[in-house]
């Protein structure tokens, strides 16, 4: 029986989903929406809370300030809620509603951007006022894009859970926000197996991380406007981008054979799907995704047929949607 007296102190780390009777091919996601947060964020929040308390940089009367597409924000709202720290998270307005309500509800302060910036999206927007924050006294800005504590609760407990359970894995998929979850597994993956083990990222079309175009985006969770300052191109083998309508035909696919996941899991299975469609005609590779969170909090966009077609078309239900091959902006030169 799990008994808990923090709430970051409960992540099934070893919940996975057989995902071949809906994909047809050998396919493994892993669970990260099953703790008290829902998200695989809770790691990294905790993870970003205790190097700080440890370093000092916390001392009493904090405001923690962050940028977060939601999850994070979660994430950090119930971590500083049980600690009795304040917490200021900054996000825009592709944020779901039900996660900007879990944030209040727990206390913490949301200020939402409503405007883009015109070179860099609105992470670009975020970032500045969180900076403008950050300067003020009693404020603590964690910064999840540069933070190593983000990439190492990654590194010491997604990677290793992984391999504990599949140790002749041959490829994991990762997606790419912060790339914190990707570097993290990528760096200890590539320690343990010596490369046998493959790890491919995966982004929606319209994200620059892997230095391709930016464009439009509104599936919170995966992609960045600027580029994450932790990335490290080198550690991935390989990188997929998946267009978002794409994604969200995944994660219907998933729900219809009883699977209700978020937003990411879809366009990183979706990528999964197409890599291994190239890459091993012959069905033999074994592969596991991670998934970040659950679908409860997208019921109102991804799962919401009008706000579907609202944001990709009319037909955008109708027609299959193209593949990342078909898609122009997607077959673009690996960048690393
Ligand atoms: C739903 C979801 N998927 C994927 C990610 C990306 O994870 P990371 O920031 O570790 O790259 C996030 C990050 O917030 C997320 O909320």
């Known amino acids: 029986m799990p008994v808990v007296s923090r709430p970051e102190d409960f992540h099934e780390d070893e919940l996975f989903v057989d995902a071949e009777p809906i994909v047809g091919r050998p396919i493994h996601l892993k669970v990260e929406g099953a703790n008290l947060a829902g998200s695989i964020k809770l790691k990294a929040a905790a993870s970003m809370i205790d190097a700080a308390q440890a370093e000092g940089r916390l001392p009493a009367g904090t405001t923690l300030v962050e940028s977060s597409s939601g999850n994070l924000g979660v994430a950090l709202a119930t971590i500083a809620a049980h600690r009795g ?33 015109p070179e860099q999206g609105y992470l670009g927007a975020r970032l500045r006022v969180v900076r403008e924050l950050a300067g003020r006294p009693g404020h603590l800005w964690l910064n999840q894009y540069a933070n190593e504590a983000n ?35 990528a760096r200890y993956v590539r320690e343990t197996t010596g490369g046998r083990t493959r790890v491919v990222g995966v982004d929606s079309v319209g994200s620059v991380t892997f230095g391709t175009p930016a464009g439009p985006r509104h599936v919170p969770g995966l992609g960045a406007g600027v580029p994450p300052a932790m990335f490290d191109p080198d550690l991935v083998d390989d990188f997929v981008l998946v267009p978002e309508i794409r994604g969200i035909q995944v994660c219907r696919e998933l729900a219809a054979g009883g699977y209700l996941f978020g937003g990411s899991t879809g366009t990183v299975l979706a990528g999964a799907l197409d890599w291994l469609a190239t890459h091993d005609p012959a069905r033999k590779l074994s592969a596991v995704t991670i998934a970040p969170d659950l679908g409860e909090r997208y019921l109102d966009s991804v799962y919401d047929d009008d706000w579907v077609r609202q944001h990709f078309g009319l037909d955008a ?10 898609e122009p902006d997607a077959q673009l030169p690996r960048s690393a």
């Open 317 to 326: 239900l109708n027609v299959p949607p193209p593949t990342a091959e078909e």
């Open 85 to 117: 720290l304040s917490f200021l998270c900054v996000t825009d307005d592709r944020c779901n509603p039900v996660t900007l309500r879990l944030m209040r509800a727990l206390g913490a302060q949301v200020h939402v951007v409503t405007r883009p910036d």
């Open 151 to 185: 990439w190492g609760a990654h590194y010491r407990r997604t990677a290793p859970a992984v391999l504990r359970n599949f140790p002749h894995l041959d490829v994991l998929f990762v997606g790419a926000g912060t790339t914190g979850t990707l570097m993290g597994c």
